[in-house]
């Protein structure tokens, strides 16, 4: 246990990983230290123009991913500009330092670093950001990047060598790595249950191919194009996980129930049973998913159908080096890789071997770097 202090989360709801991301630091600070924390989604409450940028990253994302590149550039250079160009003003967020008197400011967005740090340094606050990225370069936003922070977390070695790359010479403060980024509730269950009671309390075959079908918390997915292939191969079973689209959901019961040994699920707590049972899990590159996965050791199976958003290839960058994933173009070439599999168990078990060590535990992060 550390002394009582007062911790201010700095989120946005583009996607559902930044928010998972603040929510999990609550929890494990709640369970580790009597530390008050408030999360607040900064950009969304701050300004209309803000607001309009978040629910059309989201749209873009569940509806038209081929669109975010131009999207991408568009809110970075503004962003950089609007920082470098102009003096930084957010009514609310002095607010919440004035009134809430956080002693340390945790930013887990890229969005908000720059312009709310050096105002939070002002009023002798500490800032920390923790960046979800897997590794640098293109689709790596210099929006994580402040220089005024007083740590920066990232979520590999990789990720943190590119920061270091970025802010270049003079940087005063920490550089450190943290994977394991997940609920307490992960670490239970990771090492008191095993495969077989999990299957058999979801109710699923013990001895079938398990494979999970992955959505963003706002129900970005290409389900339905999936499970019209994967129904015409025989020995699988598939837990298909919506989230919150609930079209889909219903499609998806209606459509495929008797079809398809089938799993479904809506918004779900139960991911990290999922990963433990299954064999792999077909998603876009979301950084949380991905993260779960190499975490269970389930090998990930990205489908960029629509295109690839660049905020992506960070992701599938790092899985292609570890070969912890596969990247697919079209649902033929999904169909052949599971053929692979089942005809060929070796080839799966070595392609999913690979395990990401090193960095910091969260209980460490939580305890040393967010006093």
Same mark, same amino acid.
């Given at each position: 246990? !550390?002394?009582?202090?007062?911790?201010?989360?700095?989120?946005?709801?583009?996607?559902?990983?930044?928010?998972?991301?603040?929510?999990?630091?609550?929890?494990?600070?709640?369970?580790?230290?009597? %530390?008050?924390?408030?999360?607040?989604? /900064? &950009?969304?409450?701050?300004?209309?123009?803000?607001?309009?940028?978040?629910? %059309?990253? @989201?749209?873009?994302?569940?509806?038209?991913?081929?669109?975010?590149?131009?999207?991408?550039?568009? =809110?970075?250079?503004?962003?950089?500009?609007?920082?470098?160009?102009?003096?930084?003003?957010?009514?609310?967020?002095?607010?919440?330092? $004035?009134?809430?008197?956080?002693? %340390?400011?945790?930013?887990?967005?890229?969005?908000?670093?720059?312009?709310?740090?050096?105002?939070?340094? @002002?009023?002798?606050?500490?800032?920390?950001? #923790?960046?979800?990225? !897997?590794?640098?370069?293109?689709?790596?936003?210099? &929006?994580?990047?402040?220089?005024?922070?007083?740590?920066?977390?990232?979520?590999?070695?990789?990720?943190?060598?590119?920061?270091? =790359?970025?802010?270049?010479?003079?940087?005063?403060?920490?550089?450190?790595?943290?994977?394991?980024?997940?609920?307490?509730?992960?670490?239970?269950?990771?090492?008191?249950?095993?495969?077989?009671?999990?299957?058999?309390?979801?109710?699923?075959?013990?001895?079938?191919?398990?494979?999970?079908?992955?959505?963003?918390?706002?129900?970005?997915?290409?389900?339905?194009?999936?499970?019209?292939?994967?129904?015409?191969?025989?020995?699988?079973?598939?837990?298909? =996980?919506?989230?919150?689209?609930?079209?889909?959901?219903?499609?998806?019961?209606?459509?495929?129930?008797?079809?398809?040994?089938?799993?479904? $699920?809506?918004?779900?707590?139960?991911?990290?049973?999922?990963?433990?049972?299954?064999? &792999?899990?077909?998603?876009?590159?979301?950084?949380?998913?991905?993260?779960?996965?190499? #975490?269970?050791?389930?090998? =990930?199976?990205? !489908?960029?159908?629509?295109?690839?958003?660049?905020?992506?290839?960070?992701?599938?960058?790092?899985?292609?080096?570890?070969?912890?994933?596969?990247?697919?173009?079209?649902?033929?070439?999904?169909? @052949?890789?599971?053929?692979?599999?089942?005809? #060929?168990?070796?080839?799966?078990?070595?392609?999913?071997?690979?395990?990401?060590?090193?960095?910091?535990? /969260?209980?460490?992060?939580?305890?040393?770097?967010?006093?």
């Amino acid at each position: 246990m !550390f002394t009582r202090g007062r911790l201010l989360i700095l989120t946005s709801s583009t996607g559902g990983g930044h928010d998972t991301r603040a929510r999990t630091f609550q929890k494990w600070l709640t369970l580790k230290s009597k %530390t008050s924390v408030l999360i607040d989604s /900064i &950009l969304e409450k701050s300004s209309g123009m803000y607001n309009l940028g978040v629910q %059309t990253y @989201n749209i873009i994302q569940k509806k038209a991913p081929f669109m975010h590149k131009a999207y991408w550039w568009v =809110v970075e250079l503004f962003l950089l500009l609007e920082h470098y160009l102009f003096s930084f003003k957010n009514r609310r967020f002095e607010g919440l330092i $004035d009134k809430f008197r956080p002693s %340390t400011v945790l930013s887990v967005h890229d969005c908000t670093n720059r312009g709310f740090f050096e105002y939070a340094i @002002n009023k002798k606050v500490k800032c920390v950001t #923790y960046c979800g990225e !897997f590794s640098g370069n293109y689709g790596f936003s210099r &929006l994580w990047v402040s220089s005024r922070a007083t740590n920066i977390i990232g979520r590999t070695l990789e990720c943190i060598n590119y920061v270091r =790359v970025v802010l270049g010479r003079g940087f005063s403060g920490r550089l450190k790595h943290c994977f394991n980024v997940f609920p307490p509730t992960y670490f239970y269950f990771k090492y008191r249950l095993n495969r077989y009671f999990i299957l058999k309390l979801l109710g699923l075959h013990v001895g079938k191919f398990t494979i999970l079908l992955g959505s963003g918390a706002v129900g970005s997915n290409l389900h339905k194009k999936v499970l019209d292939y994967l129904k015409k191969i025989k020995g699988l079973q598939v837990i298909v =996980v919506c989230g919150r689209n609930k079209n889909t959901y219903n499609h998806i019961r209606n459509t495929y129930s008797g079809k398809l040994d089938l799993h479904l $699920d809506g918004f779900s707590k139960k991911i990290p049973l999922y990963l433990k049972v299954s064999h &792999l899990v077909i998603t876009r590159s979301g950084s949380n998913l991905s993260a779960e996965a190499v #975490y269970w050791k389930c090998l =990930v199976l990205v !489908f960029n159908f629509n295109g690839i958003m660049p905020q992506e290839r960070p992701t599938l960058n790092y899985l292609s080096s570890y070969s912890l994933g596969v990247t697919v173009s079209c649902v033929k070439s999904t169909v @052949n890789l599971l053929g692979l599999f089942l005809n #060929y168990p070796k080839y799966y078990f070595k392609l999913s071997g690979s395990v990401v060590t090193g960095g910091l535990t /969260i209980k460490d992060l939580v305890i040393k770097h967010l006093k």
